[in-house]
């Protein structure tokens, strides 16, 4: 989960049979996800999501990162947040997300950036 891919009906499903939805990649997957490789580096989801706009946007508002006000709009919508980093200043950055909030509006605005692109692996292919 991460506002390029929100499965809805697989989101509601969760929370009604009381699983913990976990936004894995939640920064979109980057250029080594499969949609990057696939495309050249054309579809490289964390590239999308951290210059984005609204993102952008909000990040300006909050005075944090891109990437902090991606991790808060997942952890605002009570997903389980797993971002992934090898480099110790991106590693606290990470946990510093939660002195502030999104407004309902920035969440909105966020939400609706998109829902149906999925950039890691593809389940239906795992056996």
């Given amino acids: 989960v991460h506002p390029?891919?929100?499965p809805s009906e697989t989101i509601?499903?969760?929370r009604d049979q009381g699983i913990v939805v976990e936004?894995?990649?939640p920064l979109g997957g980057g250029s080594a996800s499969n949609q990057a490789k696939a495309t050249g580096g054309e579809l490289d989801g964390t590239r999308l999501l951290l210059t984005?706009?609204?993102v952008l946007s909000a990040a300006a508002k909050a005075q944090k990162s891109a990437a902090q006000v991606l991790l808060r709009w997942a952890l605002q919508q009570d997903f389980l947040v797993i971002p992934r980093s090898s480099q110790?200043?991106?590693i606290r950055e990470n946990l510093q997300v939660f002195d502030f909030r999104l407004s309902e509006e920035?969440?909105?605005a966020i939400s609706e950036i998109g829902r149906d692109q999925k950039f890691c692996w593809d389940p239906k292919?795992?056996?």
Wanted: net charge positive.
């Fill in 125 to 127: 292919t795992v056996s």
């Fill in 12 to 14: 509601q499903f969760c």
């Fill in 4 to 6: 390029l891919y929100q």
């Fill in 52 to 54: 984005h706009p609204v």
């Fill in 88 to 90: 110790p200043q991106r």
């Fill in 106 to 108: 920035e969440m909105k």
């Fill in 23 to 25: 936004a894995y990649s």
